[in-house]
């Protein structure tokens, strides 16, 4: 980063007509550095494993979405507890939060027990995914279809997602959702002891 602060201030003198662009080209970089950065640590630092209520995690993500202009529900489901790294998964999920909001506008978030899975969705109306790039966008710098380009990101949200449940033993998939739109699913692996219906909170 120390290069980028050293540009910026060379870019002080300028005349404004000509910083303007320039510093919204930088702003960029730094997004780009920012997020490349973000990409690395998922996959290198140590998880910091803690008990992890599931639900309070995707309500704070939720409300943290809500903070940032994004448009968000929080639909409630199933209570899971499990040994996760909170900082992590609540990135994670901002990451499939932030995706919805760029090329949905809006999304629902649940949670729910399948078989030896906890199951956060994120579904959105968007455009979808077609299946045969559903691959490629799990690896970084790739970027969507004609139908969701040109509206920002760097191609590493998904990928860092992915980097992320794939640490905690589980799996990001992207599905068609039914009616149109794309459900986001991270799946991490949970214990019968760790886990109960919503309404036994």
Known sequence: RTPLTGLRLRLDPLPEAQREPLLADLGRIEQMVTRALEYVHSDQDALQ????DLGELAEDAVRCAEAAGQSAEWRGGDTVRIEADALALHRALGNLLENAARYAGACEVALRIEGEAAVLTVADRGPGIPAERVEALLQPFQRGDRARSGRGGFGLG??????IA????????LLPRPGGGLCAELRLPCGSANRGRADER
């Open 158 to 163: 998904l990928s860092i997602a992915a980097t």
């Open 166 to 173: 794939r640490r905690h033993g589980g799996a990001l998939r």
């Open 49 to 52: 494993l803690e008990p992890v």
